[in-house]
């Protein structure tokens, strides 16, 4: 059994030794914590437990230690002070979907677009895994709070973890320390979280600089409210606060209580008078979705504010209105594509205390990928640890290398990013070449819902598999729905039934080509006329024409001044074939039948008048 060290129970040997002693709080809640504590420290059987407190000097003591062990390289404080970079194993780079479980009791509660395995059959093969996991290392009890501590929107978890990068990790992604315990104390509620990197030390035995395991789990336990991950030290796989519990576990605490957990983004919109409105935005991998969060207008007058990049937690407010928060505090974000000329605003954010991973290390001690400048360096030490030049034909940085930021340092952070908004606009977005207009809005609440649920992106190369091919991502949550995604459409539809004043829906598409494979729309900064041409609609200023799939600007409502966008191409970005748009509702039929009968009949009804609208359109 591991003990609970006090900071004076041994003499100090690393910098963590002075802290980590257990929260000495009262309450039922501390007692059931502790004895969940225990009882996991028993199953893995690490040689100490270190309660994590959140300070900035354990912050730091925790940083020494892993550059001390080889897990971290200090970077240069003259070019990214207070930085990191580390590097991963090359087995360890990312988020593994066919090693992510959705272990409800029932099957087809999981539904069929989840990997399913039964709670028992699963408990059973984990226990062996689990068994002695943290042999050899420490076991940190990190509470963490998703939303601001104590916020009405917000939700509380613990993760028990030996890894120190995931805590370090956590510690910038969620709110970390004794008050989320004491409020776990006094009896709130919380998720129970299990990691570990499956690579138990024998006494003497070296570590390595990022250890891990060939075998991997990411388990999802929907009906009782725990993650246990085992085998990677990576991203979502090991900050489990992340998609696991933001997105898995609280979809379905939101499906519960009547709320909703949701991968958008989430900004404020200012127009030229001063009035703000919320929007949220919905958009698969690939589809500009930090862009547009970080989002800088060139239409004077505007600005955007971030207040989240990646998640959004949606609840009904008292005065009838949905509210939203992003319940993460911090960005954990893609690195390579990410530069000046795309988004200065997140290279900004970067100046300094940023967590690196798997991105090249600079000659003079800072970092680089692809995408942060026009040209590379002549010489870098690549990802793999490796010397590199422009000419060596392997990248860099690994394409899924990662940034690990506050969102306090974003220069476009709003001052009141941690508090509750009033959403005024969703959007849903892929990545399409053909037939999906610029901006489409909703007739209604249900035709948005309906919109969400058939968001797909067209595959762009041969390795994705068929070109052209549509992959399916309703509501850019496909991979991070907790439970059946039928059901999840249907939840939606319910919530059009929990508030007076709903936020208006649209499908964006920045994406379109022409017939010559060209980009028809500038994207980037320029998307902020299409928010423009939104938000006069809702001030019922802007015009719009009604089709068959939605409504459309009108011509000439969405403001081009500045910009050179041929007439032929504006056609073409609204064109609306009736023929293609008759066979996508084929394929969306046959994407709702994976579902059976339990899609909602509303969203089956949609479908027909779409194609009533397309029938008639064609004449």
Known sequence: MAIIETPTSRAASNPLEAFGAQPRFDGPGMAALVAWVEEIAEL????????????????????????????????????????????????????????TFICSEKQEDAGPTNNWAAPAEMRATLQPLFEGSMRGRTMFVVPFSMGKVGGPISQLGVQLTDSPYAVA????????????????????????????????????EVDVAWPCNEEKYIVHYPDTLEVWSFGSGYGGNAILAKKCYALRIASVLGRDNGWMAEHMLLIRVIDPEGKAYHVAAAFPSACGKTNLAMLRPTIPGWRVETLGDDITWIRPGEDGRLYAINPEAGFFGVAPGTGES???????????????????LTDDGDVWWEGLTDEAPAHLIDWQGEDWTPDSGRPAAHPNSRFTVSAAQAPSISD?????????????????????????????????????????????????????????????????????????????????????????????????????????????????????????????????????????????????DGIDV??????????????????EADLTEEFYAIFGDRIPADLRAQLEALRTRLTTAKG
């Open 416 to 560: 009141d990013w941690e508090e509750a908004v009033p959403l005024d606009v969703i959007l849903f977005g892929g990545r399409r070449a053909t037939n999906v207009p610029l901006v489409v809005e909703s007739f209604d609440w249900q035709h948005g819902v309906f919109l969400g649920s058939t968001i797909s992106s067209e595959r762009t190369a041969a390795a994705e598999g068929t070109v052209g091919e549509l992959r399916r991502d309703p509501f850019a949550m496909m991979p991070f729905c907790g439970y059946n995604m039928a059901d999840y459409f249907a939840h939606w539809l319910e919530m059009g039934q929990k508030a007076e004043k709903l936020p208006a829906i649209y499908q964006v598409n920045w994406f379109r080509k022409g017939s010559d494979g060209r980009f028809l729309w500038p994207g980037f900064g320029e998307n902020s006329r299409v928010l423009d041409w939104i938000i006069r609609r809702l001030q019922g200023e802007a015009d719009a024409v009604e089709t068959p799939i939605g409504r459309i600007p009108a011509a000439g409502s969405l403001n081009l």
């Open 566 to 583: 041929p007439e032929s191409d504006l056609d073409e970005l609204f064109s609306i074939d009736a023929d293609s748009w008759l066979a």
């Open 342 to 360: 795309t988004n200065v605003t997140a290279v900004e954010t970067l100046w300094g205390n940023v967590l690196f991973t798997n991105v090249a």
């Open 44 to 99: 893995t059987q690490p040689d100490r437990i270190h309660w994590v407190d959140g300070s900035e000097a354990e912050n730091a003591a925790l940083l020494e230690q892993m550059v001390s062990d080889g897990t971290l390289i200090k970077l240069n404080d003259e070019k990214r002070p207070g930085s990191y970079l580390a590097r991963s194993h090359p087995s360890d780079v990312a988020r593994l979907e066919s090693r």
């Open 169 to 204: 990790s956590i510690e910038v992604m969620t709110r970390v320390g004794t008050e989320v315990t004491r409020l776990i104390a006094e009896g709130a509620p919380w998720v129970r979280t299990v990691h570990t990197v499956g690579a138990p030390l024998e006494p003497g």
